[in-house]
């Protein structure tokens, strides 16, 4: 049984940061995680993935602002967000396992599992 758990939202004033961490346990067939977010109205958007190798690729909006790490240890992976806008604000997801390739598209279809999301809010 694999199972994700996200920790680390909470609210901010723009400019602030915040990192997140999202902890795997069980055994996934890989180790690729992502994160995703989600606001009110909106679909589930890509935001960064690290692949088992340490890999990264980020969305155009979070890119030099985010950055995604992972610890092996502990099977914990970690989003570090600086200079937060209010357009950052969603729940944010962790997801665990895909399909990795040269061409890997950060789409919530290739990913396997899922955490429940934490909330971050940033104030203007």
């Known amino acids: 049984q694999v199972q994700v758990m996200e920790s680390g939202g909470g609210s901010v004033q723009a400019g602030e940061s915040l990192r997140l961490s999202c902890a795997v346990s069980?055994?996934?067939?890989?180790?690729?995680m992502g994160w995703f977010r989600q606001a009110p109205g909106k679909g589930r958007e890509g935001v960064a993935v690290?692949?088992?190798?340490?890999?990264?690729k980020y969305s155009r909006p979070v890119t030099d602002r985010f950055a995604i790490s992972r610890d092996n240890d502990k099977n914990t992976v970690y989003l570090q967000m600086k200079s937060l806008r209010p357009e950052d604000s969603a729940v944010y997801y962790c997801?665990?396992?895909?399909?990795?390739?040269?061409?890997?598209?950060?789409?919530?279809?290739?990913?396997?599992?899922w955490g429940q999301g934490t909330q971050v809010t940033v104030s203007s």
């Open positions: 690290i692949n088992d190798e340490g890999t990264t």
């Open positions: 997801a665990v396992e895909c399909a990795w390739d040269e061409r890997f598209q950060l789409l919530p279809s290739n990913f396997g599992y």
């Open positions: 069980g055994r996934p067939y890989n180790r690729c």
